[in-house]
């Protein structure tokens, strides 16, 4: 069972006491490993997570297996909002990109607590709220701005949310993520390391000169900063 003292997620974290304690014993803690996938397209949605460590990438998939992300998810909030909402199968490809480690909990649990608790269905409304303005703006982003924006913007949210400046995963994995060609993302993270920016090993990218790298990132980048300290 769950304590309120050990919660990092910060919805939980949010609750009081009392509230928390409807959820606790309900509550299981899991690994999230890099890769793990948590929901494929159509599959049941039986848990919701509340990540505690790590990120996971909500993936729009196309039919000849194309991909693009839509919106991230880490500490700030939960996988599985399409349960709360009445939903029954995932319409999204969810997979951990930086591991880490979640409470999970059974959709039908979490929901009658959300359904019959103002105070908490509250809180993990204003995260619906905010996952729908970060797909609204994903898209636009995706559609407007250049990929050497949206490289740093995506590498800023990604610290955000880790509290950490080195993110360990490949070029392929983000040029997956942004729904680009490998060598867009190769042309685009070079160049952020010629710029003194980022420092790029296979395997790791590290975050060098972050007020450099907020000053090459789309303005899309300053409104989830706010959104995430909003929710903090």
Same mark, same amino acid.
């Given at each position: ?18 509230? +928390? ?12 490993? !890099? !890769?793990?996938?948590? =929901?494929?397209?159509?599959?049941? $949605?039986?848990? /919701?997570? +509340?990540?505690?460590?790590g990120l #996971? ?19 700030? @909030?939960?996988? @599985?909002?399409?349960?709360? $909402?009445?939903?029954? &199968?995932?319409?999204?490809? /969810? ?7 979640? =409470? ?5 649990? %979490?929901?009658?607590? +959300? ?6 269905r509250a ?10 303005? $970060? ?5 636009? %982003? &995706? ?29 392929? +994995?983000?040029? #997956? ?6 060598? @867009? ?18 395997g790791e ?12 990132? %789309? ?14």
């Open positions: 069972m769950a304590t309120k003292r050990m919660v990092k997620n910060r919805l939980l974290a949010t609750l009081s006491s009392a509230d +928390f304690a409807q959820l606790a014993d309900d509550l299981q803690s899991v690994a999230l490993p !890099k !890769k793990l996938v948590l =929901y494929e397209v159509g599959a049941p $949605l039986d848990y /919701i997570y +509340f990540i505690e460590e #996971a990438s909500v993936l729009t998939m196309m039919e000849d297996g194309a991909s693009s992300e839509v919106a991230m998810v880490g500490p700030e @909030g939960l996988i @599985g909002v399409s349960a709360l $909402l009445g939903g029954k &199968n995932s319409g999204q490809h /969810i997979v951990v990109q930086l591991p880490g480690s979640a =409470y999970r909990i059974a959709s039908p649990a %979490c929901k009658t607590v +959300f359904e019959s608790n103002p105070r908490v809180v993990l409304l204003r995260f619906v709220e905010d996952l729908l303005n $970060l797909c609204a703006q994903t898209a636009a %982003c &995706n559609r407007l701005h250049q990929v050497e924006q949206r490289t740093a913007r995506w590498l800023l949210m990604s610290s955000d949310r880790t509290d950490t400046k080195v993110l360990r995963l490949t070029q392929e +994995f983000l040029a #997956a993520m942004l729904g680009v060609r490998r060598s @867009g993302i190769s042309e685009a993270a070079g160049e952020l390391q010629r710029s003194g920016l980022i420092r790029y090993r296979r990218i590290t975050i060098v000169d972050r007020p450099g790298l907020e000053r090459t990132a %789309c303005e899309c980048y300053e409104l989830d900063h706010r959104r995430v300290e909003r929710l903090l």
